[in-house]
């Protein structure tokens, strides 16, 4: 656990990058630091593992003021992954990665082998242990920069914009990783960053800072979303809060219904019988293929097999109680019958849920339910 | 150290430091003037540039001496003789640097001035130039200094310099003299020296800021290369 | 007779290849002289320059601006004025010498110290280095090539200045130079002159070679990417 008790860092020159910070991270999970540039976020950070020493006040790692311990050693114990990686490129990758067991006395064997160890670890092939980091792409290079401050195996992690050197789709596969990585190691992780999405994606709890070194609000991202603590937060979080903040509502209350839905080897006369202004037809294994409007089955002969009748699109589904409702709803939106298709985790069709079912989940939802949602990490779903 | 001897001496120590100037800033300019173009064909055509450094490193790694030695034949003991010597060595130092200052500017920058219509020569002339300005002018002190230092050594072979005040000094066992040339040449190269730094501002002013750019620092390497 | 024919008169007469004063001897103490002032200066201004390099600030960019300053110093007068004082004493080259060849060693180390990556520095600190591992490990193999390139450089002006040496009496190369210009002989000195640049030219060689062999492998294979 980390603590910050009224720190402040002053500069000769009079600017106050961090001002009366009082702080703490929880163990064991993932806080963001976020706000516009000059926030005074990276230079919280770095005085952690003390690459920025305060002006006042002091900082505890596990209890521990940090100034009492010597630098090198406490930095050996800390994980830091940088913007630009600050890979050594006169070492390979897998020396880069052993890097700090070799520090701490480890036979060089030793430390390489744990070093394809992390290789492995952070999603990346054994063969480029022996290459140089100028041979691996932004995003290899990113992950062998985790990886390095895996080494050791730290309590505490420390990343300073490591996402935000590379393009969307790797930066969105890296920040799937770091999320998962963190579910099995349970690393207290502080991470700087001035995308707001990124905080709320991979963040347990989300510190804001206003421009001149102070926090704004600092709570679970949903909460940040749902009951913002004023203009400023409100204004940094953006448009669409109260759409974003569905992602954090599980499906797994949602009322469906399955008369809509009918295999393709039902005749058009039973389907026509059922009432249903819209069919959705499914293929012998329950999967979907389309929906089928009533009104335009009308000419078409009573005993012709839905699977033989034209379909439109589904759009896309919602894994039931796996999709968080914004999945749905935007299943929703997107169906030409506005009726979400929810399927298992099989891509069987469950049932579907009309727009007015789902407003119903959306109100029961309320306010964000504080620490029940700790825990429950909801995937954004393929479009997000 | 025997005072009395400089006011005695003085026309014979002026004369020899505007000696001295003359074969130290002559071959530097000289120098200039032939890596300009040469530099601009080497930044513009990156094949010849490789077979030309090549040539040049040899060059420079001659020792002035020895590149005095093999003018005589050619230039007899004359001034010519460590003129054109030290031509060669500037030439060595500042072609370089013309190649780095103009591979400096950005490419972003070149293409702006094409896109707003600079013809080749325009461009070269009024955007990439000036802006090789600071790394050229590196490249000019370092000849200008080394030339004038090196032109000392002249007086090996007899031609005129305040290389002179050494050897006399060192025959005559007088100390007093080789002071004074000692001296002498430093202030004058440094001297030298300050007025291109002044003149580097003059033509940059919009280095005036305290930070480098890391691009600029990197050019700057070459500069401390020779 | 041109210069060559001159030398190649000489150097291919067998006679100069024996007894006191011969080619191989002088060339031998000729390396001699080069590369003890060398190696001094190496001990003395790598870890200086490292260090200022690593500390950034004021020093490292007055680094640049003492070095070239440091070109001024004329060796001849240097070596004349320790003659005077000294007399034969081993003192009398070496420090010329070393004095010499620190500035592109210094300047060069400082430089390449300090140019490393601002986030592999960034990085090296943060891994939990020690300001010494810091130094020795990631940012000095790093600027290793810049250093070998001072190194170069030094090299060649303490080949090229050793060849004065023989004017305050020194062997070395520079004695054929000095002796023939003495006697009117210009065989000697072409000679000699050529046996230097040939010298000089393998010093060039050998760095390359060296500068091949400790380049760390991953900035080898960089610089052949770029």
């Known amino acids: 656990m980390i603590t910050f008790e009224a720190v402040t860092k002053r500069y000769p020159d009079g600017t106050v990058a961090v001002d009366a910070l009082n702080l703490e991270v929880p163990e064991g999970r993932t806080m963001v630091l976020v706000g516009p540039s000059g926030c005074g976020k990276t230079t919280t950070l770095r005085m952690i593992n003390r690459l920025v020493e305060p002006t006042q006040g002091r900082i505890l790692l596990d209890g521990t003021d940090v100034k009492s311990r010597n630098p090198a050693q406490l930095r050996r114990g800390i994980g830091y992954v940088i913007q630009q990686t600050g890979l050594f490129p006169h070492r390979t990758v897998e020396d880069n990665i052993a890097t700090v067991p070799v520090l701490t006395g480890w036979p060089r064997k030793k430390a390489r082998a744990r070093a394809r160890e992390l290789l492995a670890l952070v999603g990346l092939d054994q063969e480029l242990a022996k290459r140089y980091p100028h041979q691996l792409s932004g995003g290899q290079q990113q992950r062998v920069g985790v990886a390095r401050a895996l080494a050791a ?69 949903e909460e940040l979303l749902a009951a913002p603590a004023d203009d400023y937060v409100a204004g940094f979080v953006g448009f669409d809060r109260g759409i974003r903040r569905l992602s954090f509502v599980p499906t797994a209350g949602l009322v469906l219904d399955a008369s809509p839905v009918l295999p393709a080897d039902v005749t058009v006369a039973k389907a026509l019988g059922a009432g249903q202004p819209w069919i959705c037809v499914t293929d012998a294994d329950r999967r979907p293929r389309g929906w089928a409007e009533a009104a335009a089955l009308a000419g078409t002969p009573a005993d012709t097999p839905l699977g033989q009748v034209a379909t439109e699109p589904v759009g896309h589904t919602f894994t039931v109680g796996t999709d968080s409702l914004r999945a749905a709803l935007d299943a929703a939106v997107l169906s030409p019958a506005g009726q979400a298709v929810g399927v298992d985790s099989d891509g069987r069709v469950l049932g579907v849920a009309t727009f007015d079912q789902i407003r119903a989940a959306i109100q029961a939802a309320g306010t964000p339910a504080a620490d029940a949602r700790l825990d429950q990490r909801i995937p954004e779903g393929p479009r997000s | 150290m025997m005072w009395s001897w400089i006011p005695g001496n003085w026309s014979l120590i002026w004369h020899l430091t505007w000696e001295n100037a003359k074969l130290g800033v002559l071959p530097a300019l000289y120098g200039l003037v032939l890596s300009l173009p040469l530099g601009v064909i080497a930044a513009r055509w990156r094949w010849f540039y490789p077979p030309v450094l090549t040539v040049i490193n040899i060059l420079y790694a001659v020792p002035s001496l020895a590149l005095f030695i093999a003018l005589i034949p050619a230039f007899g003991l004359t001034d010519t003789t460590v003129i054109i010597a030290l031509t060669v060595f500037s030439l060595c130092v500042i072609l370089p640097n013309v190649v780095a ?47 004038i230092s090196l032109a000392s050594v002249g007086q090996l072979i007899g031609v005129s310099s305040l290389g002179y005040l050494f050897i006399d000094g060192l025959q005559r066992s007088f100390p007093t003299e080789i002071y004074v040339g000692l001296v002498l040449v430093i202030a004058l190269a440094l001297v030298c020296d300050l007025i291109l730094v002044a003149v580097r501002r003059v033509l940059t002013p919009w280095t005036a800021g305290p930070r480098e750019s890391r691009r600029a620092r990197a050019g700057r390497l070459v500069k401390v290369a020779g | 007779m041109s210069f060559f024919n001159w030398a190649w008169d000489w150097v291919t007469t067998d006679a100069n290849w024996h007894g006191e004063d011969s080619i191989p001897q002088q060339v031998l103490a000729h390396l001699g002289y080069s590369a003890l002032p060398l190696l001094i200066a190496a001990v003395i201004a790598i870890p200086v320059g490292a260090a200022i390099g690593h500390r950034g600030g004021k020093a490292a960019v007055a680094v640049s601006n003492i070095a070239n300053a440091w070109r001024s110093i004329p060796t001849l007068g240097l070596l004349t004025l320790l003659a005077v004082f000294l007399g034969f004493s081993p003192l009398t080259w070496l420090l010329p010498l070393v004095v010499l060849a620190i500035p592109p060693i210094l300047a060069n180390t400082a ?116």
């Open chain 1, 153 to 221: 195996d730290p309590p505490v992690l420390l990343m300073d914009e490591p996402f935000s050197a590379v393009d969307p789709v790797v930066r969105a596969s890296l920040q799937d990783q770091l999320l998962s990585l963190q579910s099995e190691l349970r690393k207290t992780i502080v991470l700087v960053t001035h995308d707001i999405e990124e905080a709320i994606k991979v963040g347990d709890v989300v510190a804001l800072f206003r421009p001149h070194g102070t926090l704004a609000q600092v709570a679970p991202p």
């Open chain 2, 101 to 147: 200052g103009l591979r400096a500017v950005p490419a972003p920058v070149r293409q702006a001035a094409t896109a707003m219509g600079y013809g080749q020569l325009r461009r070269l002339v009024t955007v990439e130039l000036p802006l090789a300005v600071p790394l050229i002018i590196a490249g000019l002190r370092v000849g200008v200094v080394s030339g």
């Open chain 3, 111 to 226: 430089e390449g110290v300090a140019g490393v990556d601002p986030g592999v520095r960034d990085a090296a600190a943060g891994v939990g280095m020690t300001t010494w591992q810091q130094v020795a490990r990631v940012e000095v193999p790093i600027a290793m090539p810049l250093i070998l390139v001072g190194l170069r450089t030094s090299a060649i002006f303490v080949v090229a200045t050793a060849t004065i040496a023989a004017y305050i009496g020194l062997g070395g190369l520079g004695r054929f130079i000095i002796d023939g210009l003495d006697s009117n002989q210009y065989g000697p000195v072409a000679g000699g002159a050529l046996l230097v640049v040939v010298l000089a030219v393998i010093v060039l060689a050998l760095f390359a070679g060296l500068t091949w062999l400790l380049t760390p492998a991953g900035l080898r294979k960089q610089a052949k990417t770029e």
